[in-house]
């Protein structure tokens, strides 16, 4: 197939893959870093930039080239997931606003239109990594449409906490959307093992970390701009 491919869609996949390499390296050096410090939030700010060149060629790919039903949650997943782990940070516990009622409005509906029209999709590489990874967006997007009610102690005590979390859920799904299409042959534990040692990384943050370094980074947290 891939004697067929267009200069524009070599060009695409290039972008993509540059990109995602660097998405890849910056997002474990900010994962790495302690947290607050200056290394860590240059890396992160980097890592958010090139985490979105990734989704805009994945979705040109996706649309223009080559769909595929795995590649397509993902990258919804993805899309939500950075940018509510950039809100979280922007936003340090304080009532979501207009375009964060939207986002998560659109992460939630979309799995569900997604849903309605699977049957007429190519068939996705493994059911279960499908609708694992819509159930995880309906429950993230779900979490933050239930936000816009939950007492502003409760938002200002877990900020961190959902930084963390969606954050590192755009990780574990970039990490798996790379290592599900450099290794298909072994799909779909090719995805699975990212994510299952990405789960467990995040669930070790929410325990562990919160209560080491909340003190050294609350109001100092930042994304470089």
Known sequence: MSHSHTAFHWINIGIHVLFG???????????????????HMR??????????IVVVTAI????????????????????????????????????????DRTASLFGFTT?????????????????????????????ISGYDLLRNFLPNAWLKRVWVHEHMVKMMSAYV?????????????????AAIVPSILGTATACGFLI?????????????LHLAR
């Open 111 to 139: 799995p569900w239109i997604f849903i309605s029209i699977m049957r007429h999709l190519p068939r996705p590489w493994s059911p279960v990594l499908t609708w694992s990874i819509l159930g995880a967006l309906v429950a």
């Open 60 to 99: 040109i790919g996706l649309l223009a080239f080559d769909f595929r039903s795995f590649l397509a949650v993902v990258t919804f997943l993805s899309i939500y997931d950075v940018f509510a782990g950039y809100r979280a940070l922007q936003l340090r516990g304080t009532p979501p606003q207009a375009i």
């Open 173 to 189: 799904a970039i990490t798996s959307a790379f290592a599900g299409t450099v290794f298909s042959h072994y799909m779909p534990w």
């Open 208 to 220: 562990a970390g919160p209560r080491a370094w909340r003190k050294k980074i609350n109001g100092t």
């Open 21 to 39: 390499v660097v998405a890849l390296g910056l997002g474990l050096a900010a994962i790495c870093s302690r947290k607050g410090g200056l290394f």
């Open 43 to 52: 890396s992160g700010g980097l890592f958010v930039y090139a985490y979105i």
